[in-house]
């Protein structure tokens, strides 16, 4: 439930003139909400993650399980369980590599996006570490990137609360895209030299705020890259990472005992830890989150 910030203040007051007893009070948890931020993209399959990384253990399909459960708790998503895809691979005996076209192996399975995952970098051992390259193909070639900065409210009273590193995030990617726009191209020798001006393909540096609808839609231009790419690295000996992992098990209905330090000896639950950071990033640079919901937790021993 979404609480209202007066109950919190009564209830803050109230625990801090009890005599006794405060410690075994319901703590309030601040859970932040996920949503698809993306219409069009419902349906989606995700391949066992590529073991890039210098441990020969590490299993890429309980990576990409990992992923899979994190996924499918975000309202407006529709995940194929990855045993089905790891199956259908099996059977079609489809090689993956470089050269596979994962729109069309998108297409094939009957879903929207295609995900695709690498772990880059994998230390089971405490303090642990993983590192996440991870690529959303769409299935319609006609879709284009979306890059980090869409859909938030630029221009609009909001926009002031948009957390200064997604701020940086998106300047980035704006800065990218327009980099691109002037790589040198081959020309004629005696190609006059271009006036200034802003390209055609410039892009807007007013902000992501998606245009007006057109009456009709455009010719298609096809794109065969990912919509989305994201690359992280979770360490665990970094502070920002430790501070994250404490939120995340704050909210989560944990039975075995350890706390969030137990997170820490067990790969399975710090691998699912950083899938759940990986999607809360990449969807919340693009619009995907709600305010927080405020849970509250009995401690243990009640």
Known sequence: M?????????????????????SAWPRAVHEPQLHN??????????????NQSASPNLDGLQVAEAYQVELQKIPGFQ??????????????????????????????LGVDVLVVGSVTVYDPYPPPKIG?????????????????????PWG????????????????????????ETQTPRPAAADAPFPLPGTPADWPNPQGFIPPEPLRDPPPQRLHRGPLIESVRVYDASDNRTLSRLQ??????????????????????????????MHLSELLAA??????STVAFRVPDGR
């Open 132 to 152: 996440l390259a991870i690529d959303w193909y769409a299935a319609n070639p006609g879709f284009h990137p979306i890059p980090a900065g869409y859909a938030l």
């Open 37 to 50: 931020p993306f219409p069009q993209l419902e349906r989606i399959a995700i391949l066992p993650f590529f």
């Open 286 to 291: 693009r619009g995907g989150v709600d305010r």
């Open 156 to 179: 609009t009273a909001e926009e002031e609360f948009i957390p200064d590193e997604l701020v940086r995030e998106a300047e980035f990617e704006l800065a990218k895209r327009q980099l």
């Open 247 to 276: 939120v995340y098990h704050s909210w989560q209905e944990e039975v075995r005992p350890g706390g969030w330090k137990g997170y820490l000896n067990r790969s399975d639950d710090f691998i699912r830890f950083c899938c759940h």
């Open 2 to 22: 979404k609480t209202p910030t007066g109950a919190l203040v009564l209830l803050t007051l109230s625990c801090a003139t009890a005599l006794a007893g405060c």
């Open 79 to 108: 995940v194929m369980p990855v045993a089905v895809v790891d199956q259908y691979l099996r059977d079609s005996e489809i090689p993956i590599d470089s050269s596979t076209d994962f729109q069309k192996l998108a297409r094939d």
